[in-house]
């Protein structure tokens, strides 16, 4: 037995037979040529074959996978089309007399180094490998090369170095039982890919392309992260009931897709995502989320050089917001501070970050920064049942000058005719001031949403980061509870909704609590939405 551990980017179990997919080398020798004109010609024969090819992937993937998804078979017929890659291939050939391969390879590689440097960027730099699998498909054009894969009819677990995008969508998913490859990234195309085609994925395993392994017995383990090749008797059976369980309570939660978040008393209950970006938010949608309760805003400002800038913050939200189709959006302004640090803001070193310049206080004290965020916000309600909130609120004091600063910006978007919408306004209750004047932040906001992460960390006056704290941590805290009743009681008092959207939201412990004491919205991890809604379906 082979035990291999990689990293898993779609859950599940796969047990069955291992085919071992080695592509077939193409050559990359530099040749010189006497006849460039010619063999530009015959790049222009490949590239039209390939974009050809593309265009036939493409048809074939529509219905198999999103729309979004199947896209990428359209931006790779366009990267072929692109003057800098056709005028790099060129000058390969007419001015190095290179072979039409290589001009092709060293133009491709270019490219993708270009956009591989762009290391701030996670958009950016899936384009290299874009750059690479389209050279990489010419090239096979050009040398006559079939690598098409043709897989045994009964589904196998594909192992193979790596992946391109159009690789993992061109393949028949009926013949898959899942993918193993060597290299990859969690957040690559071909992983994101992966998960939308619901195949159990494991990347980054370093797995070696043995022809041993072609043909014995495999399972992968995407629960747990771990390949095994011709497992041991007890791991296979223990494995085979890990399987038959895990598929067993997935058939029973997708059959909740769809069904109401309801109590059989008839309380409704929101069941909201928790997401960081775009496709967070697409992931929310798989598994039914009944709105946004959290988009952390600040992942548009970490892992980069610059603020993003108020038409690039405008895009995620009004994608965001289409994509959710009136489902209500909760943005949360830029949270920075504490452990969410970006050098740019340069923000002065603090002895206690986490009670620092953090939050609502870099936006009250930066209010050049808040405002662009705030315009996009309000441009972008003009597309989506759009709510925003506000962290890290200590005082009322801090709500009103909010509220000021709204006034502000709605004034200039109207007097330049920008269409804007009615947002609804929230305030996080994630410090135990907050939680503690809750009855007079009600009279300002619209609704509350409870950071149990930080109110945890605030109220035990305990560092959510420092592990060596656990033995002291209660999360079920009888003083963090009665905040949650006290804020919920306030709220109510006068007609305020509130959610959770820290993660004790998701703690099946608690579920039956919280609904007891009247929390409206729970806004978890998406894939805890359908456990969740089981569970509440369940209650009295
Ligand atoms: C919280 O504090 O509970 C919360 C949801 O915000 P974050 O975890 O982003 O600080
Ligand atoms: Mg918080």
């Not at 192992?159 to 013949?175: F, K, N, R």
């Not at 910006?409 to 996080?428: A, H, Q, R, T």
Request: overall charge negative.
């Amino acid at each position: 037995m082979v035990k291999i551990e990689g990293q898993s980017v779609q859950k599940g179990i796969a047990i069955g037979n291992i085919f071992v997919w080695k592509k077939k080398e193409v050559s990359l020798k530099a040749t010189k040529v006497s006849n460039p004109e010619e063999e530009l010609n015959f790049f222009y024969e490949a590239r039209e074959k390939a974009i050809a090819e593309l265009q036939e992937m493409g048809e074939k993937a529509k219905g198999k996978v999103s729309d979004e998804d199947a896209e990428i078979f359209t931006v790779h017929q366009m990267l072929l089309q692109d003057l800098d890659f056709e005028d790099a291939v060129k000058d390969g050939i007419l001015q190095e007399h290179l072979n039409a391969s290589y001009a092709t390879y060293q133009a491709g590689e270019s490219l993708a180094e270009i956009f591989a440097a762009m290391d701030d960027n996670a958009y950016m730099m899936e384009r290299a490998s874009d750059f690479r699998d389209i050279a990489a498909r010419v090239i096979r054009k050009l040398q006559n090369i079939e690598d098409k894969l043709i897989l045994p009819e009964t589904p196998v677990i594909l192992v193979a170095d790596d992946l391109s995008p159009t690789e993992t969508i061109g393949i028949d998913s009926s013949s898959i039982l899942a993918f193993v490859t060597a290299k990859g990234s969690m957040n690559s195309h071909t992983a994101i890919l992966a998960r939308s085609l619901g195949i159990t994925t494991l990347v980054n395993t370093g797995v070696e392309l043995l022809d041993e392994y072609h043909e014995k017995l495999g399972i992968v383990d995407g629960l747990n992260g771990r390949f095994y090749i011709d497992p041991e008797e007890d791991v296979l059976s223990h494995l085979q009931t890990e399987k038959q369980q895990y598929e067993e309570e997935q058939k029973a939660l997708q059959e909740l897709i769809g069904a109401e978040t309801i109590t059989r008393s008839g309380r409704k209950i929101g069941l909201y995502a928790n997401i960081g970006n775009v496709e967070d938010a697409q992931r929310a949608l798989r598994y039914d989320a009944e709105g946004i309760g959290l988009f952390r805003s600040e992942f548009l400002y970490l892992n980069r050089n610059d603020y993003p800038s108020e038409e690039e913050q405008f895009e995620s939200y009004k994608q965001v917001a289409e994509m959710m189709e009136g489902k209500e959006v909760i943005i949360r302004t830029l949270d920075i501070g504490a452990d969410k640090q970006a050098d740019y803001f340069q923000i002065p070193k603090e002895e206690n970050p986490a009670m620092g310049l953090r939050a609502i206080r870099i936006c009250l004290t930066r209010p050049e920064i808040f405002k662009v965020q705030l315009r996009a916000l309000y441009r972008a309600s003009a597309f989506g049942k759009i709510g925003i909130m506000f962290p890290m609120i200590t005082s009322v004091e801090e709500v009103d000058e909010i509220l000021g600063i709204i006034e502000e910006v709605k004034k200039e978007l109207l007097d330049k005719n920008i269409e804007i919408g009615n947002p609804d306004l929230g305030v996080m209750i994630e410090t135990p001031a907050a939680a503690l004047i809750s009855d007079l932040l009600a009279e300002k906001v619209d609704f509350f949403s409870i950071g149990t992460n930080d109110l945890t960390q605030y109220t035990l006056a305990m560092d959510r980061q420092n592990a060596s704290l656990a033995r002291f941590q209660n999360i079920h805290h009888q003083a963090l509870l009665r905040l949650i009743e006290m804020t919920v009681r306030n709220a109510h008092a006068k007609n305020v909704r509130v959610g959770i959207c820290g993660e004790l939201g998701a703690d099946p412990d608690l579920t039956e609590y919280f609904i007891s004491i009247g929390v409206d919205e729970l806004s978890v991890s998406a894939p805890r939405i359908l456990s969740l809604r089981k569970q509440i379906r369940e209650f009295a």
